[in-house]
């Protein structure tokens, strides 16, 4: 019965944490998606985060995997840039909207671009990934620098929406946790 009382009390922690955790990002989507022009400077800091985890995991990777190869300073350089472009974004989340956009573009563009100059000096096995990842990440560059303010509208909606969804799933799945019930065999 001990067991029965313990799992039943892991139950209601966990319907009081998706309630909790349902409510704050239901209202955090809800604010970017009715007012996202004052949520800018989240938007900003967000998108520094990103590219300093990247450059974080890009450096890890470039030393773990590809030291002692020609083109590791490529990759290298590649993961500086995001996490120096991270870090302005961060440090100065007040910045324009179209200067936000522009440096996450450059360095998108710059990324892509020295991959696909790595590219030259790597193994077989890994031209075709960073060949169709570079491409990639140059045309995305390219566009979020062509329509900074549709890229941030559309951002802000997509992000707007998939917290609102997932607040609504966690505040269901603490309604679904408070209708558990323990069965005794």
């Known amino acids: 019965m001990a067991e029965d009382r313990s799992a039943i009390s892991i139950v209601r ?6 309630y909790t955790v349902g409510a704050m990002t239901l209202a955090a989507g ?3 998606l009715f007012w996202p022009d004052r949520t800018l400077t989240v ?7 990103l590219l300093v985890v990247v450059g974080i995991g890009d450096l890890l990777e470039t030393i773990r995997h590809h030291r002692g190869m020609s083109y590791w300073g490529l990759l290298l350089l590649r993961a500086v840039i ?7 974004l961060l440090l100065w989340p007040s910045i324009t909207v179209g200067v936000m ?4 573009g450059l360095d998108l563009v710059i990324a892509g671009a020295i991959g696909l100059l790595a590219r030259g000096q790597m193994g077989p096995e890994f031209k075709s990934a960073i060949t169709s990842r570079s491409i990639l990440t140059i045309l995305f560059g390219i566009v979020i620098m ?3 303010h549709a890229t941030v509208s559309v951002l802000a909606f997509l992000v707007a929406a998939m917290l609102v969804l997932f607040g609504l799933v966690f505040l269901w799945s603490g309604y679904q946790l408070s209708k558990a019930r323990v069965i005794e065999v």
């Open 13 to 18: 922690e966990s319907k009081i944490l998706a």
């Open 30 to 32: 809800l604010v970017l």
């Open 146 to 148: 062509v329509w900074p």
């Open 82 to 88: 995001n996490i120096g472009f991270g870090l302005v």
């Open 43 to 49: 938007v900003a800091r967000l998108a520094g985060i």
């Open 101 to 104: 956009v522009w440096l996450v």
